[in-house]
Structures are given as C-alpha cells and as structure tokens.
C-alpha cells in the first residue's frame, strides 16, 4: 500500500556552538537565503536585459538568531567573532498510510563570523528578544543520511544533491 507522508513541524530542536556548548536560550534560528549571485547579461541575440546566476556562487549568506534573554553564550558573541553552529531538528510528518507518526533529522552546519549582536529591550515582564546576525561562508545541510547541500564559499565548494557544481571550475582556473 502506497503511504501518504505529511510533514507537519519541528517536533523540536538544539543548537550547539563550537562543537561543545548548548546553546540554552537559543529561542530560534533562522536560516541564510541560498540567493545565487547574479550578473546582468544584455547585448545581441537577448531582447532586453538578464540578471543570470553565477552557478556554484552565492549572495552574501546571513543566520539570525533570536534568544529569549541575554546569556554567557550570546553576549560573547559580538562583531567579528568566529563561530560554528550545530542544529539538529526533528522533522515530525504523520504517515496516512501507516497511520503513524514519522520522524527525521535535520541537519545544519553554519560557520561564519558574527556581524553584529542587538541585546534587545529592557522591559519588566517580558522578553528582550535578543538578536545575534551571523555571516555565514560554510553551510551543510542533511535530512537523515542525504546530504541536501554544503557550500563552502572559501574551500570553492558548491554541492547540491550531490552534484558539485564548481568541480570543473576549479579544474578549469588550475585548482
């Protein structure tokens, strides 16, 4: 019998910094764009202007998080600061078919330098919404063993679903 899977949320999540720390207070993540970079194409044979992707080349890649009050953690993390980041979620769906719930892991490696740090508002009774913007050159993201993409703009490395698209780039510019 054919199975009818749904994803539905994120049964639930942790981030760890640098291979070790738990990122307690960590209240969400938000994820960079994969925004190809682009160059404007015009001239003979195109009626009007292109703006075409560069393959294997990516915009500027920024991850957010968010934490619910200052901690250790997030007030050492200011402009300039190299860091690695670990989350790991569950993707819970609910399979029709076998009238059940299942569930995966979802995988993402940042790395990259943090841009800026906001400790958020001071205000009795509520969160301060404390920001943290990292810019990201490395990201690798798997849901169970599938690797889905990694780029690496510094290691000249573009993979996605395991086709890698600057592989004979590199060949072609001697590297």
């Not at 980041?85 to 979802?106: I, M, N, P, R, V």
């Not at 508002?121 to 990201?139: F, N, P, Q, R």
Request: charged residues 25%; proline residues 3%.
């Amino acid at each position: 019998m054919a199975t009818n899977v749904i994803p539905e949320a994120i049964n639930d999540m942790r981030v760890y910094l640098n291979g070790a720390d738990d990122m307690i207070g960590c209240k969400e993540m938000k994820l960079p764009e994969l925004s190809g970079l682009t160059a404007d194409i015009e001239g003979i044979g195109i009626a009007g202007k292109i703006s075409a992707p560069i393959e294997g080349h990516f915009d500027s890649m920024e991850a957010e998080l968010t934490w619910q009050l200052p901690t250790r953690t997030s007030t050492r993390l200011v402009a300039g600061t190299t860091t690695s980041l670990d989350a790991y979620a569950d993707l819970q769906s609910y399979d029709g078919g076998q009238s059940e719930y299942a569930h995966e892991c979802y995988h993402v490696v940042l790395r990259g330098r943090v841009k800026s740090h906001d400790p958020g508002t001071l205000k009795a009774g509520e969160a301060m919404e404390s920001k943290t913007t990292i810019e990201v050159h490395y990201i690798k993201i798997s849901i169970g063993s599938k690797e889905l993409c990694e780029i690496d703009k510094y290691g000249y490395k573009a993979v996605v679903n395991g086709v890698d698209l600057l592989a004979e780039v590199r060949k072609n510019i001697g590297m």
